[in-house]
């Protein structure tokens, strides 16, 4: 059985490959249900469901994040790291309740989608 670090942090094996996969599918779900919340004319319906992905993908994403923080060999470093700081940009905008429309900052996820695509498999799924 694979340790919740190899799991987040090794690519190379199957679990942290299906972890990466998981992780990339979604940030893509994310952005396109963000992009389809701008369109006009939305039923509450849709406005709801949308906003119920938006809780979910975010849950996920922050039990990611804390994750990434715990497994880390050096937390602060990653804490600090580029993509430690647009993890958090990514996620904080929906904990903050300043009046601000920060929504904007979760296409930041995008950039998340280039450390996982960094990894040595990659082109393996692709």
Do not use: C, N
Not at 22 to 40: G, R
Not at 53 to 72: K, N
């Amino acid at each position: 059985m694979p340790t919740l670090k190899t799991v987040i942090e090794d690519s190379t094996t199957i679990h942290g490959r299906l972890f990466d996969l998981t992780i990339q599918l979604l940030i893509a779900v994310s952005i396109v249900s963000f992009s389809i919340e701008t369109l006009p004319g939305l039923s509450p319906f849709t406005r709801e469901l949308l906003r119920g992905i938006e809780g979910v993908t975010v849950g996920i994403f922050s039990v990611e994040y804390i994750l990434r923080i715990i497994v880390a060999d050096r937390r602060m470093r990653f804490i600090t790291s580029f993509f430690g700081i647009v993890d958090l940009l990514a996620i904080l905008p929906f904990y903050v309740s300043t009046g601000l429309d920060l929504r904007s900052l979760r296409v930041l996820r995008f950039f998340r989608l280039f450390q996982l695509f960094s990894a040595p498999w990659k082109g393996a799924f692709f």
